[in-house]
């Protein structure tokens, strides 16, 4: 949860007020404005270097928030950008490699 308080500050300039509705098993931050802001992530480094915004996810995303843009944090993402124009995503690199394996 610490990690995904900080990519919400990063994403808003603010702090998270509403931690609860953190969600990871959804990879669900929370909302800012008319934004949803996803973190696709996991503490193990095995996983998460196989994790990444694919199209499963982000119709998943697309319908637990209609109308929103969608910003998802993950360490790869395997749509174009036309897919990420036309769905309201935006996708921002988050550098699998910086964490250490345990």
Same mark, same amino acid.
């Given at each position: 949860k610490q990690f995904a308080k900080y990519v919400y500050y990063l994403c808003t300039g603010e702090n998270l007020e509403a931690e609860d +509705?953190?969600?990871?098993a959804e990879f669900y931050v929370g909302e800012y404005s008319k934004q949803a802001i996803?973190?696709? /992530? &996991? $503490? %193990?480094?095995?996983?998460?270097? @196989?994790?990444?915004?694919?199209l499963t996810l982000a119709? +998943?995303? &697309?319908?637990?928030?209609?109308? &929103? +843009? @969608?910003?998802? /944090?993950?360490?790869?993402? #395997?749509?174009d950008e036309e897919y990420l124009? %036309?769905? $309201? #995503?935006?996708?921002?690199g988050i550098p699998y490699n910086l964490f250490q394996r345990r």
């Open positions: +509705k953190i969600n990871e996803y973190l696709v /992530y &996991k $503490q %193990d480094y095995e996983t998460l270097a @196989r994790l990444a915004l694919n119709e +998943k995303i &697309k319908e637990q928030q209609p109308g &929103k +843009k @969608r910003i998802v /944090y993950a360490p790869s993402c #395997f749509l124009t %036309d769905n $309201q #995503f935006e996708y921002v």
